[in-house]
């Protein structure tokens, strides 16, 4: 996984003031994704817990459902990811992208001047595309990093990556990983599934598939662990950071002030291994979104 950069920003504070009635609920959104469902009830918990009214839209759609609806106020809070808003600003060429504290300050200062929007406190970990293989191979072949993958490939070992239409083709995918540490893989170790849910195509991995033994997936995914996969770490950052950070429409933390309070020691926690574990429990285990987000929430001190 690309190296982890942690937010500090000061201690967490449990003695939130709560906010009076006087304003409309706060209309918490999220996308499709069982990741938004979850940060999404965390959210919703959290504000709840201070005393702010909130309204559940969560799982309303895809990226681009939710980021209209946030645009247009039929949302006001969503959790979004740092490395999104290269696209959503043209701006995908730009390297800053590539740093945690740096994309997320651009992406602040952008949706701000242009849409009003506020990202708040970002969590320390990054969902970006991650290649994943399976930990036997791993260790016999002393596989640890994308160098590591590279050099396995030059040397001539077998390959067949899993992986959806949109990670092969997209310049910030496959060629991505490819031209930064210099392998190609060839039609013939690609495995091109329908749909390209990261589930199936780590399942592919795991398994075996079709002689698949790399897998695309995310970085934050909950089956890694579950199916025995090691994530690839992106030594040379050829990826944008995905860190995940509540955005929040100007004028509704302007009614609620606290907002960024409240939600601040609740993206704090969420790193990389504590968003693998949660989502675990959601995708692999089977358990509510909701059910796991009080919970985690009331094991962290962050609900009374």
Known sequence: MPTRRVFLFGALSLALPREAHAAAPVVVGSKLDLEGALIGHMILFALNN??????????????????????????????EYTGN??????????????????????????????????????????????????????SK???????????????????????SAEFVESAAGLPAFEETYGFKLRASQLLILS???TSATMKAAADGISGVNAGMAYGTDGALAALDLVALEDTKHAEPVYAPAPVVRAEVLDAYPSIAQV???????????????????????????GAVARNFLQTSNLLE
């Open 50 to 79: 201070a005393g702010i009214p909130t309204q559940n839209r969560l799982q309303i759609g895809p990226t681009t459902i939710a980021r209209a609806a946030l645009l247009a106020g039929a949302i006001d809070i969503c959790i």
């Open 85 to 138: 808003a290269a696209f959503f600003f043209h701006d995908d060429t730009n390297p800053v992208w590539k740093s945690a504290e740096a994309g997320y300050a651009r992406a602040k200062k952008l949706d701000f001047e242009t849409n009003r929007l506020v990202w708040l406190q970002p969590a320390p970990a990054d969902n970006t595309w991650v290649i994943a293989i399976p930990q036997p191979l791993a």
């Open 141 to 163: 072949e002393s596989l640890r990093t994308l160098e590591d993958f590279a050099r396995f490939i030059r040397d001539g070992k077998r390959v067949r990556l899993a992986a």
């Open 195 to 197: 749909g390209g849910e």
């Open 263 to 289: 939600l601040a020691p609740v993206f704090m926690r969420l790193d990389l291994v504590t968003l693998r574990k949660l989502n675990e429990k959601v995708a692999v285990e089977g358990e509510d979104a």
